[in-house]
Antibody
Framework: QVTLRESGPALVKPTQTLTLTCTFS??????????VNWIRQPPGKALEWLAR???????NYNTSLKTRLTISKDTSKNQVVLRMTNMDPVDTATYYC????????????WGQGTLVTVSS | DIQMTQSPSSLSASVGDRVTITCRAS??????LNWYQQKPGKAPNLLIY???ILYSGVPSRFGGSGSGTDFTLTISSLQPEDFATYYC??????????FGQGTKLEIK
C-alpha cells in the first residue's frame, strides 16, 4: 500500500524559507522510474504543479517558481524535501506531495496535504 | 508552458443527469491528459489517465475522450458522491505538468 504524508510548519513569516518534507512508504525512490511531485493549492483555487524529483536525481521545476524552489531526496529515509525561499502571503496554500512514474506520469497516490499560511 | 482551459468553471446538475466537462490544451498533447476528482478538504483522486483509461476502482459511469487539444470528461448518470471539483492535467513530454482551473459540480 502506497502512502505519502507531508509535514512542515503551518505558519511562516514573509521572506522566510519554507521547508516541507514528504515521507512515503510502499515504494522506493531508488526504483527505476519512480518520481515524487509537489503540488499546491491556494484556498479556493486550482492545483498548481511545483516540482518533481526522479529516481535518478533528475529535477524539474515550475517555470515561474524555479528560482525559489529546490527539491531533494533522501532515499534511505524515504523522504523528499521541498524548499521554497522568500515566502509571500500569496504562497499561502495546501501543499501536497504525490507519486508518479516515468512510464505513466499521472499522479496515482497523494498525501493528505499540509496547509501553510504566510503571515507576519 | 502548456496552458489548460476547462469549461465550464461551475456546473449545477441533478442526480441521474449526464454531464460533460471539457478541457482544452494550448498545444497538442496527444493523449497525455488525466482527470482528477477532488472533494472539499481532501486530496485529489485520479479518475482517468491517458485521456480515456479508467483508473482502478473508478466507477464505469465516468468516461473520458479526446486527443490532441480537446478532451472531455463525461459522467453518464450523476450520483450523490460525484458532486465535487474536477481537474484536468496534461503530462505531455517533460514537466512542467499543468492543471486546468477546475470545474465545480454542484447539486441543482
Amino acid at each position: 500500500q502506497v502512502t505519502l504524508r507531508e509535514s512542515g510548519p503551518a505558519l511562516v513569516k514573509p521572506t522566510q524559507t519554507l521547508t516541507l518534507t514528504c515521507t512515503f512508504s510502499g515504494f522506493s525512490l531508488s526504483t527505476s522510474g519512480m518520481c515524487v511531485n509537489w503540488i499546491r493549492q491556494p484556498p479556493g483555487k486550482a492545483l498548481e504543479w511545483l516540482a518533481r524529483i526522479d529516481w535518478d536525481d533528475d529535477e524539474n521545476y515550475n517555470t515561474s517558481l524555479k528560482t525559489r524552489l529546490t527539491i531533494s531526496k533522501d532515499t534511505s529515509k524515504n523522504q523528499v524535501v521541498l524548499r521554497m525561499t522568500n515566502m509571500d502571503p500569496v504562497d499561502t496554500a495546501t501543499y501536497y506531495c504525490a507519486r508518479s512514474r516515468m512510464a505513466y506520469n499521472w499522479f496515482d497516490s497523494w498525501g493528505q496535504g499540509t496547509l501553510v499560511t504566510v503571515s507576519s | 508552458d502548456i496552458q489548460m482551459t476547462q469549461s465550464p468553471s461551475s456546473l449545477s446538475a441533478s442526480v441521474g443527469d449526464r454531464v460533460t466537462i471539457t478541457c482544452r490544451a494550448s498545444q497538442s498533447i496527444a493523449s497525455y491528459l488525466n482527470w482528477y476528482q477532488q472533494k472539499p478538504g481532501k486530496a485529489p483522486n485520479l479518475l482517468i489517465y491517458d485521456a480515456s483509461i479508467l483508473y482502478s476502482g473508478v466507477p464505469s459511469r465516468f468516461g473520458g475522450s479526446g486527443s490532441g487539444t480537446d478532451f472531455t470528461l463525461t459522467i453518464s448518470s450523476l450520483q450523490p458522491e460525484d458532486f465535487a471539483t474536477y481537474y484536468c492535467q496534461q503530462t505531455y513530454n517533460t514537466p512542467p505538468y499543468t492543471f486546468g482551473q477546475g470545474t465545480k459540480l454542484e447539486i441543482k
